[in-house]
């Protein structure tokens, strides 16, 4: 092709095979800078994003943050880990109004039982009722599809006092020490 456009005319060919001046190639680094500097609605959503609005208790429990409207609560890797095989799912009475800290339900297995605390205070909006036939759901997926419940944040200063995924993975490295 370039030799059809060299015969037409010389000047036009000779544009042609030499890079274009504004489509310059910029480095990796460049490219992220200028990546991050596209809104936020033009970059889209990764897991990633939603792994950093997960918040976590001490007692094993985890809140999802991205929506203080109908936040999803549950219990941790580590603690579905710890129960063992999951054999009953005691779930919140939706409407129900409770405080940072109450006992919103309970979840036994064939080793122990234990309470679910609520980390925040608020109104429980929707319950995980797969798990009223499927209690096992929490072991396959805790911190996906194991959800229990959904709460409206009331205060949501309170999700300030509660763990990141780096701190609550040092939290239970130090648990496993002891």
């Given at each position: 092709?370039?030799?059809?456009?060299?015969?037409?005319g010389?000047?036009?060919?000779?544009?042609?095979?030499?890079?274009?001046?504004?489509?310059?190639?910029?480095?990796?680094?460049?490219?992220?800078?200028?990546?991050?500097?596209?809104?936020?609605?033009?970059?889209?959503?990764?897991?990633?994003t939603?792994?950093?609005?997960?918040?976590?208790?001490?007692d094993?429990?985890?809140?999802?943050?991205?929506?203080p409207?109908?936040?999803?609560?549950g219990?941790?890797?580590?603690?579905?880990?710890?129960?063992?095989?999951?054999v009953?799912?005691?779930?919140?009475?939706?409407?129900?109004?409770?405080?940072?800290?109450?006992?919103?339900?309970?979840?036994e297995?064939?080793?122990?039982?234990?309470?679910?605390?609520?980390?925040v205070?608020?109104?429980?909006?929707?319950?995980?009722?797969?798990l009223?036939?499927?209690?096992?759901?929490?072991?396959?997926?805790?911190?996906?599809?194991?959800?229990?419940?959904?709460?409206?944040?009331?205060?949501?200063?309170?999700?300030?006092?509660?763990?990141?995924?780096?701190?609550?993975?040092?939290?239970?490295?130090?648990?496993?020490?002891?």
């Amino acid at each position: 092709m370039s030799a059809a456009i060299a015969g037409s005319g010389g000047a036009l060919a000779k544009v042609l095979q030499r890079p274009a001046q504004g489509l310059a190639r910029c480095s990796h680094q460049q490219y992220l800078r200028l990546r991050a500097q596209r809104p936020a609605h033009a970059r889209g959503l990764t897991a990633g994003t939603r792994a950093l609005q997960k918040k976590y208790t001490e007692d094993h429990e985890w809140i999802d943050t991205s929506n203080p409207e109908s936040a999803a609560i549950g219990i941790s890797s580590y603690a579905a880990k710890a129960l063992g095989d999951v054999v009953y799912v005691e779930l919140p009475t939706i409407g129900t109004s409770v405080s940072k800290g109450d006992a919103i339900g309970a979840v036994e297995s064939v080793k122990s039982a234990s309470d679910i605390m609520t980390p925040v205070s608020g109104e429980i909006l929707e319950v995980n009722s797969v798990l009223e036939d499927t209690p096992g759901t929490i072991n396959k997926s805790p911190e996906g599809e194991g959800w229990l419940a959904r709460i409206k944040v009331e205060n949501v200063s309170e999700l300030e006092g509660l763990m990141d995924e780096g701190a609550y993975k040092a939290f239970t490295e130090e648990v496993a020490e002891k």
